[in-house]
Structures are given as structure tokens and as C-alpha cells.
């Protein structure tokens, strides 16, 4: 229960922040620093945080949008 909270406990990352914690994960799996039961939880909480980083990017690029068609008009 407390690795499914930390899982999602995401909202106080920065998209900077989830990327370094994810390229650290990515990281510790393939080098095989870890043992199995770990890298599990490692790897959910790794597409916890691509999933995060998803999210951030595509209200950017909405963001982006929005401020490009008020310059178009």
C-alpha cells in the first residue's frame, strides 16, 4: 500500500524532476542493481512517471496552440 502511494504520489514533481527519477530507474534495471521484486516496483513506478511526464507535455503543446492561434488572429 505505501509503494502504490508513493507510486502516484507524483503532483509535487517538476517535469525535470520525473525525468532525472526515471532516467535513475531506467538505469538501476538495466544494470541489474536491483533484485527482481524491486525492479517490479521500480518499473511501475517508472510508467507512473512516463505516464506524469505525458500528461505535462501535452498540456504544454495545448498551451502552445492556444497562444499560437491568438498570434494568428
Same mark, same amino acid.
Given at each position: 500500500?505505501? +509503494?502504490? !502511494? $508513493? *507510486?502516484?504520489?507524483? +503532483? @509535487?514533481? /517538476?517535469?525535470?524532476?520525473?525525468?532525472?527519477?526515471?532516467?535513475? %530507474?531506467? +538505469? !538501476?534495471?538495466? &544494470? +541489474? &542493481?536491483?533484485?527482481? =521484486?524491486? /525492479?517490479? &516496483? =521500480?518499473?511501475? $513506478? @517508472?510508467?507512473?512517471?512516463? *505516464?506524469?511526464? $505525458?500528461?505535462?507535455? &501535452? *498540456?504544454?503543446?495545448? $498551451?502552445?496552440? !492556444? %497562444?499560437?492561434?491568438?498570434?494568428? !488572429?
Amino acid at each position: 500500500m505505501a +509503494g502504490e !502511494k $508513493r *507510486k502516484n504520489d507524483l +503532483g @509535487g514533481l /517538476s517535469f525535470e524532476e520525473a525525468i532525472k527519477e526515471l532516467t535513475n %530507474i531506467v +538505469g !538501476k534495471i538495466e &544494470q +541489474g &542493481q536491483i533484485p527482481l =521484486q524491486d /525492479s517490479l &516496483q =521500480q518499473y511501475e $513506478r @517508472g510508467m507512473a512517471l512516463i *505516464k506524469y511526464c $505525458r500528461t505535462i507535455l &501535452q *498540456k504544454a503543446e495545448k $498551451r502552445i496552440e !492556444k %497562444i499560437t492561434e491568438l498570434e494568428d !488572429k
